[in-house]
């Protein structure tokens, strides 16, 4: 049935939204503990409406990933691999030339609460689109589904929380690093607990490897092309002999690299829908930054919580 706002405002009677440590002032930025996970108050609406209608298209893509972990590149990627038929690495006139990648790949929570979602109707299959949402509270009718696919990025929780303090300070100058810190390890910073969010998609890539790919920030930066290869294979598309053979992987890596999209006029004028800018998505790239805003004792501290919450599941950063 339509889905008014009754839902959400049930739901956060029951999980009043608080603001993300350190961002008082922004309502923007403010989370809700929703159904074990914290999540940007704003989005759940949208998360209520996935959960209740998402019906997925045979061939569908999910990009899944937390926030702040590689969720630009691997929409960049997966795009030009996909639509590689169409659009051409290559070519003067490729969408990614123009288009922020956000642009390229829908992310469902924006367009759910938007009330946008009928948006999805007018993609060509296969569909990609993307969520920062858990695996424990994805819709069964992607879970559960042979023919709609994952895709999960995640990467170092210390660097993608450099990376989130970077982006939100452009909200709030004030920020402080140290609540963000606090809220990591306690597992309330945005799409936390970090630790849930990973091993969710994990434990479902070890269960069904078909349908979860499981991709690591730091692995994409060593190996972008045999990463991409991979993406390829996973989504039914491989790269042919003869596209090998005309170096269109690397064309793919080159076009999706940092360096090209940062300097590209569109990520660097405006936004293209979000309340952030496009210029945002984009700022250091590579790993290891935490080193220049944490201590070794709160790398340390940081490190020893995930790793406890890993153990045993194979996983560790
Ligand atoms: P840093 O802030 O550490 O530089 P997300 O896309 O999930 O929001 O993550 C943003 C992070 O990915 C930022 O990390 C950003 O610089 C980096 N990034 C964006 N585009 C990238 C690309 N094409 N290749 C590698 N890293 C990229």
């Known amino acids: 049935g339509a889905?008014?706002?009754?839902?959400?405002l049930k739901s956060a009677e029951a999980v009043p939204a608080i603001p993300v440590a350190g961002l008082t002032d922004d309502p923007k930025l403010w989370v809700c503990f929703y159904q074990g996970t914290w999540v940007l108050a704003t989005v759940v609406p949208g998360i209520i409406s996935i959960q209740r209608s998402f019906t997925p298209r045979r061939g569908d893509v999910v990009l899944a990933s937390?926030?702040?972990s590689g969720t630009t590149w691997l929409k960049a990627l997966a795009f030009a691999t996909m639509a590689r038929g169409a659009y051409p690495p290559a070519d003067a006139g490729h969408p990614l030339l123009r288009l922020n990648p956000h642009q390229c790949v829908p992310y469902m929570e924006r367009l759910f609460t938007a009330g946008e979602e009928g948006l999805m109707e007018t993609l060509p299959s296969p569909r990609l689109m993307s969520t920062h949402m858990h695996h424990s509270i994805l819709p069964t009718s992607i879970t559960k589904?042979?023919?709609?696919k994952i895709i999960y990025i995640c990467r170092d929780p210390k660097d993608m929380l450099v990376s989130f303090f970077h982006f939100v300070r452009k909200v709030n100058p004030n920020i402080s690093f140290s609540d963000l810190f606090e809220a990591a390890c306690n597992g309330t910073s945005v799409s936390g607990p970090i630790w849930d969010h990973v091993l969710g998609y994990w434990n479902a890539s070890k269960a069904s490897p078909e349908t979860v790919l499981f991709l690591r920030y730091e692995d994409m930066l060593r190996d972008p092309a045999g990463n991409t290869r991979r993406l390829a294979r996973f989504v039914g598309q491989p790269f042919s002999p003869a596209e090998e053979e005309a170096g269109v992987v690397e064309q793919i890596v080159r076009l999706c690299s940092i360096e090209k999209l940062k300097n590209l006029e569109v990520n660097n004028a405006g936004s293209y829908g979000a309340p952030f800018a496009n210029d945002w998505y984009f700022r250091r790239g590579g790993t290891g930054d935490w080193a220049n805003h944490m201590t070794?004792?709160?790398a340390r501290r940081l490190d020893a919580i995930v790793e406890e919450k890993l153990s045993g599941s194979g996983l560790s950063f």
């Not at 589904?145 to 709609?148: A, G, I, S, T, V």
């Open 296 to 298: 070794p004792g709160m």
């Open 3 to 8: 889905v008014g706002p009754e839902p959400f």
């Open 66 to 68: 937390p926030p702040k």
């Open 145 to 148: 589904n042979p023919d709609c």
